[in-house]
């Protein structure tokens, strides 16, 4: 029996949260050259864009995403693909839940569709998105 066969929709990934600071949000946007000064700028965040504070990477979040999957999935799989789109901003420091659930799997294809989310500490989605995954 395969990891695949004891999967059903509406099974949960288990969640995971994160909370960014100052020196993980720089170094994150360093790595990708981002300079977007919503990431490291305090007064021109605040007072230019108008954000109660630094923004944290769009993304980072996606990584986190990838990383709520690939822990799921183990060495059982591997990811095929996600997509995802930032609905809203999350300001460093704030509190933010990553999880998804199963959509759907296809015993032939060996593949399962995953709904993945990241949440806000208002319990709302600001990042709604969907991944493809493979088992072997």
């Given at each position: 029996m395969s990891r695949l066969d004891q999967i059903n929709t509406g099974d949960l990934l288990p969640g995971r949260e994160y909370k960014t600071d100052n020196v993980q949000l720089f170094f994150y946007n360093a790595v990708l050259w981002n300079a977007h000064r919503i990431h490291y700028d305090y007064h021109y965040a605040t007072q230019v864009e108008g954000y109660p504070?630094?923004?944290?990477?769009g993304p980072l979040m996606g990584d986190?995403?990838?990383?709520?999957?690939?822990?799921?999935?183990?060495?059982?799989?591997?990811?095929?693909?996600?997509?995802?789109?930032?609905?809203?901003?999350?300001?460093?420091?704030?509190?933010l839940r990553c999880c998804g659930r199963v959509l759907s799997t296809d015993q032939d294809a060996k593949t399962a569709q995953l709904e993945v989310q990241v949440f806000n500490a208002a319990d709302e989605v600001i990042i709604p998105g969907t991944a493809t995954v493979s088992f072997y």
């Amino acid at each position: 029996m395969s990891r695949l066969d004891q999967i059903n929709t509406g099974d949960l990934l288990p969640g995971r949260e994160y909370k960014t600071d100052n020196v993980q949000l720089f170094f994150y946007n360093a790595v990708l050259w981002n300079a977007h000064r919503i990431h490291y700028d305090y007064h021109y965040a605040t007072q230019v864009e108008g954000y109660p504070g630094l923004v944290n990477a769009g993304p980072l979040m996606g990584d986190w995403l990838t990383q709520c999957v690939n822990e799921w999935l183990g060495d059982d799989g591997q990811l095929q693909s996600l997509q995802y789109s930032n609905r809203r901003a999350s300001i460093i420091g704030e509190v933010l839940r990553c999880c998804g659930r199963v959509l759907s799997t296809d015993q032939d294809a060996k593949t399962a569709q995953l709904e993945v989310q990241v949440f806000n500490a208002a319990d709302e989605v600001i990042i709604p998105g969907t991944a493809t995954v493979s088992f072997y």
